[in-house]
């Protein structure tokens, strides 16, 4: 087994007040989210046991697939912790599988039923601009690799970005999902709403100066 690996802080960032976020890294993207989380100033760590999840301030579950995700999860012990976890407040992002991982049909944590390969299968994956209210005007680049979009929300779901009318950015409470991998493009915005989540910001602190 791979070891667990820390993406630090960049020079200069306060390590005293970074936030400790864990990473899912069972299968998919997870080094990717690593790196964009340590650009940030975040510690990311690693996670593939239960004992892992112990003074964590946050949690992504990358993307992947979600059936073989759903039983490694199941088979590692990992979910009632990470439902304890978010029910307790910890602010956690899913990305593509990640965010079927979060729904109705599975760990049962967000008011939302997701669709499998909404937008067709590997063959069928393509790039867009999204933009994602919160965010500003400008849009993000949105990769989208077999994913899913939101079929039906629960009434304190905010969806935050539409594509062809479908949701697939959406946040509730502490939860935030987006069907896209934002850790394969270079803008950090996405992964910085997620950390913002955590400080009881609405929005990271650039988008709110931009706006007044």
């Known amino acids: 087994m791979v070891g667990s690996v820390e993406a630090t802080p960049p020079a200069g960032s306060d390590e005293r007040l970074a936030s400790r976020i864990g990473v899912l890294a069972l299968q998919g993207g997870f080094e990717a989210h690593c790196a964009a989380l340590g650009r940030l100033g975040a510690h990311a760590v690693e996670v593939r046991t239960p ?9 992504v579950i990358p993307g992947g697939e979600s059936t ?19 029910a307790a407040g910890v602010p956690v992002l899913g990305t593509c599988a990640g965010l079927i991982m979060l729904d109705r049909a599975h760990l049962g944590l967000m ?33 989208f690799i077999r994913a899913p979009w939101i079929e039906h929300t629960g009434s304190g779901v905010e969806v935050l970005a539409e594509v062809d009318g479908h949701p697939v950015v959406a946040r509730e409470r502490n939860m935030l999902v987006a069907a896209f991998h934002p850790e394969l493009t270079d803008d950090l915005r996405l992964h910085a709403l997620f950390l913002a989540l955590g400080s009881g910001q609405d929005m990271p602190a650039h988008e ?4 007044t």
């Open 208 to 211: 709110r100066s931009s706006e």
């Open 51 to 59: 004992d892992e999840l112990e003074g964590l301030d946050g949690i």
């Open 68 to 86: 073989t995700m759903d039983i490694q999860l199941a088979a590692g012990g990992l979910e009632q912790p990470i439902r304890d976890m978010v």
């Open 111 to 143: 008011d939302i039923e997701a669709r499998r390969n909404a937008f067709g299968r590997q063959v069928r994956s393509f790039e867009q601009d999204v933009t994602v209210r919160g965010l500003g005007d400008e849009p993000l680049r949105a990769v």
